[in-house]
């Protein structure tokens, strides 16, 4: 199976051709039209109407009965020799395709395993800007409604607040503080359109310090296919596309870091899958400044299709599968 068939591609933009001052910013990590605009839609324009019901619900099996692969040998191991290997990592990575409820599903499953482990735990959360911590402190300590910041989070981020609910339940059931891990979106936009130089000061203090290109050659690979998608762009052009993402991830791996030089942790990151992929993206920023324990865990299929287990097993062990050099773990969600 290709990359860009399995995965509906992290959260990266995309400027669609069109004036320079006007890009269009895609969010690879929802299924959605090739028109679909990232940053008006979840920051601020009203998201697809889906009539009041989730998106592609889908029974979710109990944890017990999942089926987890391991990228070492592509072997299935059992659910708590998995839980058992991430419990050991001061990072756990759990991505998603963003409108995908079994998604979210294995992401609750990996921050329980992580704070039953531990007895303790972090959630970061890429969906809320660090400019925005406090409105996720009012919410967690119960000086904000519910209703209040479900309307927050329909601004915020767009995508319904019922997919994440059971993760902020769990969350503030166990006392487990939620970290905002992103970047401001004007921030990225704009780096997008002008450079990382082009910041005015006030944007540029907004991102840390030391803003890394991305290296890891099959993220990069993986990055330029996806900014190049409807027509190779020019070199300049491109160059501030990957300044963008690698900002984007830089700030959401500084983010982690911050919290673990306070002593708190394991950090739960729960962020689209393309910023995580082949343990790049914002685990790539984390090793730049931390000698960690790191583990990526991935839901199987990667994006919203459904197909028998067997068939699932086979994609991933067939010799040639590139999938499975993209994380850690892989909880398998079959029809």
């Not at 998106?55 to 592509?74: I, L, M, Y």
């Not at 959630?123 to 402190?137: A, H, P, S, Y």
């Not at 082009?198 to 296919?225: M, N, T």
């Not at 459904?306 to 050099?325: A, N, V, Y």
């Given at each position: 199976m290709?990359i860009?068939r399995?995965i509906?591609?992290g959260?990266?933009?995309?400027?669609?051709?069109?004036r320079?001052?006007a890009?269009?910013?895609?969010d690879?990590?929802?299924a959605s039209?090739?028109?679909?605009d990232l940053?008006?839609?979840?920051?601020?324009?009203?998201?697809p109407?889906?009539?009041?019901?989730?998106?592609?619900?889908?029974p979710?099996?109990?944890?017990?009965?999942?089926?987890?692969?391991?990228?070492?040998?592509?072997?299935?191991?059992?659910?708590?020799d998995f839980?058992?290997?991430?419990?050991r990592s001061?990072?756990v990575?759990?991505?998603?395709?963003?409108?995908?409820?079994?998604?979210?599903?294995?992401?609750l499953?990996?921050?329980?395993?992580?704070h039953?482990?531990?007895?303790r735990?972090?959630?970061?959360?890429?969906?809320v800007?660090?400019t925005?911590?406090?409105?996720?402190?009012d919410?967690?300590a119960?000086?904000?409604?519910?209703d209040?910041?479900?309307l927050?989070?329909?601004?915020a981020w767009?995508?319904?607040?019922?997919?994440?609910r059971?993760?902020f339940v769990y969350a503030k059931?166990?006392?487990?503080?939620?970290?905002?891990?992103?970047?401001?979106?004007s921030?990225?936009r704009?780096i997008?359109?002008f450079g990382l130089?082009?910041l005015?000061?006030?944007?540029r203090?907004?991102l840390p310090?030391?803003?890394?290109?991305?290296?890891?050659?099959?993220?990069l690979?993986y990055v330029?296919?996806?900014?190049?998608?409807?027509g190779?762009?020019?070199?300049?052009?491109?160059?501030?596309m990957l300044?963008?993402?690698?900002?984007?991830?830089?700030t959401m791996g500084?983010?982690?870091?911050?919290v673990?030089?306070k002593?708190?942790?394991?950090v739960v990151?729960?962020a689209?899958?393309?910023?995580?992929?082949?343990?790049a993206?914002?685990?790539?920023?984390?090793?730049?400044?931390?000698?960690?324990?790191?583990s990526?865990?991935?839901p199987?299929p990667?994006?919203?299709?459904?197909?028998?287990l067997?068939?699932?097993?086979?994609?991933?062990q067939?010799?040639?599968?590139?999938?499975i050099?993209?994380?850690?773990?892989?909880?398998?969600?079959p029809?």
């Amino acid at each position: 199976m290709s990359i860009s068939r399995a995965i509906p591609l992290g959260a990266l933009i995309f400027i669609l051709a069109g004036r320079a001052s006007a890009a269009v910013l895609v969010d690879f990590d929802r299924a959605s039209p090739p028109s679909f605009d990232l940053f008006e839609t979840i920051r601020g324009m009203p998201g697809p109407d889906l009539g009041g019901a989730l998106p592609h619900a889908r029974p979710v099996a109990a944890a017990a009965e999942r089926v987890v692969v391991a990228s070492e040998g592509a072997a299935v191991v059992g659910w708590e020799d998995f839980a058992s290997a991430i419990s050991r990592s001061a990072v756990v990575y759990a991505g998603e395709q963003h409108d995908q409820a079994l998604h979210h599903a294995v992401q609750l499953e990996v921050l329980k395993e992580a704070h039953r482990r531990a007895g303790r735990a972090v959630m970061g959360i890429e969906m809320v800007d660090i400019t925005r911590q406090k409105v996720l402190d009012d919410f967690m300590a119960g000086r904000m409604s519910e209703d209040e910041f479900a309307l927050f989070w329909k601004k915020a981020w767009g995508f319904a607040w019922e997919l994440y609910r059971p993760l902020f339940v769990y969350a503030k059931e166990s006392s487990i503080p939620v970290r905002a891990l992103n970047a401001p979106s004007s921030v990225i936009r704009n780096i997008a359109k002008f450079g990382l130089a082009g910041l005015a000061p006030e944007e540029r203090k907004l991102l840390p310090e030391r803003v890394d290109p991305i290296v890891e050659p099959r993220y990069l690979a993986y990055v330029k296919k996806m900014i190049n998608g409807h027509g190779q762009l020019d070199p300049a052009r491109e160059a501030r596309m990957l300044e963008a993402m690698a900002a984007w991830n830089e700030t959401m791996g500084q983010s982690v870091v911050d919290v673990l030089s306070k002593g708190e942790g394991p950090v739960v990151v729960i962020a689209g899958m393309g910023h995580m992929l082949y343990r790049a993206g914002i685990g790539e920023s984390v090793s730049r400044r931390a000698a960690v324990r790191q583990s990526f865990v991935l839901p199987y299929p990667l994006d919203d299709t459904t197909r028998p287990l067997p068939e699932l097993l086979k994609e991933l062990q067939d010799p040639g599968s590139e999938e499975i050099s993209m994380a850690d773990f892989f909880s398998l969600n079959p029809e």
